[in-house]
């Protein structure tokens, strides 16, 4: 009989709980906070699923807080079915995106799509035009060129429809229709913009029988980038012979002479190990004994190479009077013999990579290979790959082994 009551007691209390404006508003400005830790995290950079999903959960709560002042405005009442409904949705999103912050899920798309479906379910929405998803460039307060909005959604088909982009109103220009609209931002730099997170400001129009045009108004965060987007270093391997000398040799060469005349001793030393090759410019040949007549020691350069050399040895007779003895001359030959081998030597070279911009780095001729290229942008995340080519995470990269250049271009478009 306790087990009963106690059962129809936890019911009783499970059935009669009622959530507050109080723990609803919590909830939003928890949602709000994850939306701006988001943005900061990633920075529309890193990854631009992700970036976008952070930028349409910051629609959905823009819409919240517009539709649902009565909450806002009156935070001790209690919720009803439909306003636990938006509650517990807005609890399904804080979810999501906290295990993105904590890098437990990737891919977004699933979330993206379950995001706009949120939207479209809320319960004030009906047939009002909405925007359930909008798509919004990276933007760089340097920025010079064309760059487009488009937001999706439901009833867009009002040629008055406009975005607010940084103070300036800009028209749809294309023939709305219901489900998408464009925006075309020529922007220059001129158009300065600050390094934060901004919000742009969708007005979407209603047409009302016997009473004037309704205005509905959306808000979505927007991400403002420096104008030196990453540091880019490329890790590779150059190569070169070095000279490994093995130990001095030595020889002689020696000349003894009868005559007066001048006569000479050629000997060919030729290197002492077959796996090496004699150093040039390590022969030497010295005078190391001399008796009576006088003599010399030479070596002819033209005739050393890396297999062989010649010494000579000159000498005569004294031939003075009363000095009849035969000339000797004794030379030391001294060389060095070497093995050549490949040294090789790590190296980077880095350069700074501009919004949208394309830059060719020259690698060394004597490079021998390509290891790594490293990453790091303006938020200090970074991202490291052994590819020789690749295309995301805003990077176009591709190493030409063959002419020793790295092509690197910088695109919003490359995700």
Not at 204 to 221: A, G, I
Request: glycine share 4%; charged share 25%.
């Amino acid at each position: 009989m306790k087990k009963i009551l106690l059962t129809i007691g936890l019911l009783f209390s499970i059935t009669f709980y009622s959530q507050t404006g109080v723990e609803f508003v919590a909830k939003t400005v928890a949602v709000d906070k994850l939306i701006e830790s988001g943005l900061n995290k990633f920075n529309g950079v890193l990854d631009e699923q992700q970036r976008q999903l952070f930028l349409n959960a910051s629609l959905l709560t823009g819409i919240v807080k517009t539709q649902m002042d009565d909450v806002f405005s009156n935070v001790n009442m209690e919720l009803d079915k439909k306003q636990i409904g938006v509650f517990n949705d807005l609890n399904n999103v804080q979810t999501d995106l906290e295990r993105v912050i904590k890098g437990e899920v990737k891919n977004v798309n699933d979330m993206t799509l379950n995001l706009s479906n949120t939207i479209t379910r809320l319960p004030f929405v009906h047939d009002n035009p909405t925007v359930t998803q909008a798509e919004v460039p990276v933007f760089t307060y340097s920025q010079n060129g064309r760059y487009t909005v488009r937001i999706r959604g439901i009833n867009l088909n009002d040629e008055r429809n406009y975005i607010v982009l940084n103070g300036k109103k800009y028209n749809n220009p294309a023939i709305p229709n219901q489900s998408t609209n464009e925006f075309h931002l020529d922007l220059n730099k001129k158009d300065l913009f600050s390094d934060k997170i901004d919000i742009m400001e969708i007005v979407l129009f209603e047409d009302k029988w016997f009473v004037k045009d309704e205005e509905h108004k959306y808000t979505v965060s927007y991400n403002v980038l420096p104008q030196k987007i990453a540091s880019v270093c490329i890790y590779f391997e150059t190569v070169e012979k070095v000279k490994v000398i093995g130990a001095t040799e030595k020889d002689n060469v020696n000349k003894t002479a009868g005559s007066c005349d001048w006569s000479e001793e050629t000997i060919t030393f030729n290197r002492r190990n077959p796996n090496m090759k004699i150093d040039r410019s390590s022969v030497r040949i010295r005078e190391t004994a001399q008796a009576h007549g006088g003599g010399d020691c030479s070596i002819d350069p033209n005739k050393i190479t890396e297999f062989s050399f010649e010494g000579k040895a000159t000498a005569r007779k004294d031939c003075r009077p009363f000095h009849n003895e035969a000339g000797t001359t004794r030379c030391e030959v001294t060389w060095q013999e070497y093995y050549e081998e490949d040294k090789y030597v790590p190296l980077t070279q880095s350069i700074d990579l501009l919004f949208d911009s394309q830059e060719v780095v020259q690698l060394p001729k004597s490079t021998y290979k390509y290891t790594k290229v490293e990453v790091t942008y303006h938020n200090g995340k970074s991202f490291t790959s052994q590819e020789g080519r690749f295309d995301k995470n805003f990077l176009s990269f591709n190493y030409d082994a063959g002419r020793k250049q790295a092509y690197i271009a910088f695109s919003p478009s490359l995700d």
